[in-house]
Each structure stands twice: as C-alpha cells, then as structure tokens.
C-alpha cells in the first residue's frame, strides 16, 4: 500500500484545454480545487502521480477536434495513481492503478490533473515489478504495442515463420514492440523516416534490419515480393497498404494508428491471393481481459532497464510545448510526465 498524500483542502494542479470565443483552443495550468466538476466521473478516486504524452495526448494540446469530443477538458489518456477512495471493493486507499484510454482526455477529463475520478471496471492494478513511474512512461502507447504484440500471439504468428515488419518505429508504439518482439525472440525489421539520427537506438531494440520511410510513403503495386510473417503499423495509409502488400501467405498484419493517415488507398490482393489477416487494435475501449493480458505481457517481458533507457520525463507544466515538440518530430521513445 501506497501512503496517500492528498489533502482535499490542498490546491488540485491540472492542465485544461478551453476555447477563447473565436473557437482558438487554449491550453492553461491551473488550480480546479474550486471546482468539482473538474474531478471527472467515476466510482474510485485517485491521487495522479504520473502520466505519459502520446501522439493522441499531442492532438488533444493542440485542440484537434477529433480528439477532443468536449469543453473544457483536461487532458491526458492516460493515469497512473493511488487510490484515495473506492466504491469498487476491488480497490481500496493506497493501491497503485493504472487507466489507459476508455475516454480519458477524449470524452472525459484525463490524467493531467493531481486528482481524478475513474471508472473502475476498466481499471487495473500496476504490476508489481513496475514503479508507477515506469508505468506512466509506458502509457497507451506501451499498452497498445503489447495489445499488438498480442494479436499477433493470438493469430499464431511464431518466431520461425519469418520477420515482422514494424513501421513507425521510433515511436511509442514502434519502440515498445520491437523490445517485446526481441524478448520473445522475434526478428525483426524497422522503418523509420529518421535512419541516420535513431539507426543505433532500433539496432539496441532488436531490429537486424532498418528501412527508410520513404520506400513505404507512396503508392505502390499491390502486391510486392511477400517477406513479413506479421507487420506493427501504426502508420496507415500508404505504408499500411505497402506493408500489406509484402506480407507473406497467412501473415498476419495489426493496424493501430495514423501517423501518416487515415485513409487505406490499396486492394484486395493480399486478402484474396494471400490469404492476410488485418488485425484492428483499439485500446480506448478494449475490454478488461485484453487490457490485463497486454498488461501481463509487458509485466513478464519487458526490461524496465530498456524502457528507462528510452524515457524522457517531463513535469505538467511543460507538457503543451512537450505536445508541440511530438507533432514536430523532435520526440522519440517515451514521454513520462510526472503529476505530483
Ligand atoms: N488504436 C489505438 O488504440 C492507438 C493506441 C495508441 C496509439 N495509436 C496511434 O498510433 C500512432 C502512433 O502512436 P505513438 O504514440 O507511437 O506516436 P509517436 O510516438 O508520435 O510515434 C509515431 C511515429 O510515426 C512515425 N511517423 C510520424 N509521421 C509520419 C508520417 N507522416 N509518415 C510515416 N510515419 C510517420 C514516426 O516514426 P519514425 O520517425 O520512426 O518514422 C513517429 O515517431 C498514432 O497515430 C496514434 O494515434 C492508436
């Protein structure tokens, strides 16, 4: 058990996204102590200890209407606490939790606030082995790379049926599986549109072979020489739809993200000639068990001392220009930010 430090008369330091008249998106640092409807909704009340930025969490700094679904909002997908209060028995004062998505910082306030109101059946116990720290670093993004990691699994792609291709690798998603690949004893290969400044840094996370970004950004023949047994791709558009187009018969292919774009502008080819299966992971809404078996991989599989090596900490009152720096591409790894 974890001592609370939490005092309700203490100020409750939050980040909030509003709109000035003219609909121009706002972001401030403030005390909400005054205002309870800041606290969110939920059955189980926690002290915020850490969160993490994650490209959505970058969106939502810069009010991207997509993300952002009501005003104000705090924002924040993710939030790592100590319970403070629970009207769930599974939860009592003092235990470490973790929420990734199911609406924070989208459709209710998010983790960059002190204190916040849960939902608690989506919500999880940290693992053990993790500081809360660790957790906040790894976030959604962490998450998602083992929901993928674990489709894969699930389908029963093997480490002898061939290479898995993960794009956008220096990224949360990207990084975090090509470290859960290697552990499981996968070979892997990395694209990146950043070879010469991260080439060293996805060599250390496993990936034998690194690809330019730039063979995967245009359209290209529908189906290319087969050569992935599984791909990562938190990419989209073209990449996804070339990734798809070298995948080998029966592989299997998870989509996650839209770093590139949302649109899919290929054919039917690969599904009807060769048999891929195109695996959707959505994290904001996946239902208990998936959220415990990702978070139970990362648990067995993962080496904090990499993830550490990877983790850029930044405090709640840095994190708009942290959100712009993400969008520019000056980030890489994790980005854990510390709350209290
Ligand atoms: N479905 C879900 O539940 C879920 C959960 C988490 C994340 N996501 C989505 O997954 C994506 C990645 O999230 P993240 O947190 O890993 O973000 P991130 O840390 O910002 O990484 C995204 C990476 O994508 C690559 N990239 C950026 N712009 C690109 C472009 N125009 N074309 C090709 N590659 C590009 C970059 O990698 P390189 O520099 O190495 O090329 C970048 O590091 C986002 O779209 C996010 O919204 C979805």
Redesign the pocket.
């Known amino acids: 058990m974890t001592p609370v430090h939490s005092d309700p008369l203490d100020p409750i330091h939050s980040v909030v996204l509003r709109q000035d008249e003219d609909g121009t998106p706002r972001t401030d640092y403030l005390d909400t102590s005054h205002d309870p409807a800041f606290l969110g909704d939920g059955d189980v009340l926690i002290e915020v200890g850490w969160s993490s930025l ?3 969490d ?2 939502a700094l810069r009010g991207d209407k997509g993300v952002v679904r009501t005003w104000p909002l705090i924002p924040g997908i993710d939030a790592v606490g100590t319970v403070i209060e629970s009207a769930d028995p599974r939860f009592g004062r003092g235990d470490e939790v973790v929420l990734n ?1 199911a609406g924070l910082g989208e459709n209710r306030h998010g983790g960059f606030t002190q204190r916040l109101k849960v939902p608690a059946a989506p919500l999880l116990h940290i693992p053990y082995n993790f500081s809360a720290q660790q957790v906040g670093a790894l ?3 962490g ?3 083992a ?1 993928s990691v674990d489709a894969l699994l699930q389908q029963g792609v093997k480490p002898e049926d061939g290479e898995i291709l993960v ?9 975090i599986s090509l470290h859960l690949l290697k552990q499981l004893g996968f070979t892997t290969a ?5 070879v010469a400044e ?1 080439g060293e840094f ?1 060599r250390s996370l496993g990936a034998s072979e690194i690809l330019e ?1 730039a063979e ?2 245009d359209a290209g023949r529908p189906l290319q020489k087969a050569r992935w047994a599984g791909v990562i791709d ?4 073209h ?1 996804l739809v070339n990734a798809l187009a070298q995948t080998k018969w029966g592989g299997v292919v998870t ?7 949302p649109d899919l502008p290929g054919t039917v080819l690969p599904f009807i000639l060769r048999g891929v299966h195109l695996v ?5 809404d ?1 239902p208990f068990e998936l959220r415990r078996r990702a978070w139970a991989l990362l648990s067995e599989k993962l080496d904090t001392a990499v993830l550490d090596d990877m983790t850029t900490v930044v405090n709640l009152e840095d994190i708009a220009q942290a959100g712009a720096d ?2 520019a ?1 000056k ?4 980005t854990a930010v510390r709350i209290n």
């Open positions: 994650n490209y959505k970058a969106m998505g976030g959604t993004a998450y998602t790379a929901l794009t956008g690798s220096t990224g949360g998603v990207g990084a990395a694209v990146t549109g950043r991260h996805l970004r995967f950004s938190s990419v989209g558009s990449t989509a996650c993200g839209l770093a590139q774009g959707g992971i959505n994290s904001v996946a993400l969008m591409g980030l890489h790894g994790r």
